[in-house]
């Protein structure tokens, strides 16, 4: 076998970051939770998500660094339906023998849309089908390369402080990196309204690897919390840890959120 290139393990790296980061939901959920819920800014409303993941990562000898921002502004069409532009960011540095790497870029665009289409009670249900448009640079490993799409089916019982969320995901992961086509998604979070202004909040989650040839699944779990200083302001941080053999390790969260 060849040796392989530092150039080649690094943009695999950064490959396999860009599809951890983002692999079935196409757009971030309420933050630090990966878990949608099904709640919907009402008609003419906007909502602006400000995101920042800090992670760690080190695989056979492979340690990596990362920084993923992300913006997802959301538009109430109607009182049950949001339309979500969200654009990421990711900055790497890559370490092995050969040295270090770092490289900068945006990643894949997404576009989706939110239908809440039962509600009684606190039980909800929503639909959420979205598209992942190729606008990262694919060869430097920021970017599928393809037009991908994908849908959550998402499930929300809130009967007081404590309130449940769960979601079930497809992907139709379209890429020109070798990759699954097929994946899966299944998530589940809890949250407590521990005061006025402040929820903690706790998720797990179970993702397809996309890599062929590789079995198991890229499981993570969250644990964090949610501050309102203002009803039109949410503060979230939380930390993350991975499970499973291309999961990343471990990650610190934080966030802003604006309505209006």
């Not at 393990?9 to 490959?15: D, E, G, I, N, Q």
Request: proline share 4%.
């Amino acid at each position: 076998m060849p040796p392989v290139s530092s150039d080649a393990v690094f943009r695999a790296c950064l490959a396999a970051a860009v599809l951890a980061a983002g692999l079935v939901a196409p757009a971030e959920a309420a933050h630090p939770l990966l878990t949608e819920d099904t709640g919907t800014q009402g008609q003419g409303h906007f909502q602006l998500e400000l995101m920042v993941d800090k992670t760690r990562d080190r695989t056979s000898g492979i340690g990596t660094r990362a920084l993923q921002t992300a913006a997802v502004l959301s538009y109430g069409l109607r009182e049950d339906i949001d339309l979500q532009l969200g654009q990421p960011w990711l900055r790497q540095q890559v370490r092995d023998a050969l040295g270090r790497r770092r490289d900068s870029g945006g990643v894949d665009t997404s576009l989706d849309l939110k239908w809440r289409f039962f509600e009684r009670d606190a039980l909800s249900l929503a639909a959420k089908p979205g598209i992942t448009l190729p606008t990262g640079n694919e060869d430097r490993g920021f970017g599928s390369g393809r037009l991908a799409w994908g849908s959550l089916l998402v499930l929300s019982y809130a009967p007081g402080s404590w309130a449940l969320h769960s979601h079930l995901g497809y992907r139709r992961n379209g890429n020109s990196l070798g990759e699954r086509r097929d994946l899966w998604h299944v998530s589940a979070a809890a949250t407590y309204q521990a005061s006025e202004r402040l929820r903690l909040v706790a998720d797990l989650s179970a993702d397809s690897d996309p890599a062929r040839g590789r079995r198991g699944t890229l499981r993570y779990r969250i644990l964090g919390l949610i501050w309102s200083p203002l009803p039109a302001l949410d503060i979230d941080a939380g930390i993350k840890h991975g499970h499973g053999e291309a999961a990343t390790d471990r990650a610190v969260l934080g966030g802003l959120t604006f309505r209006w």
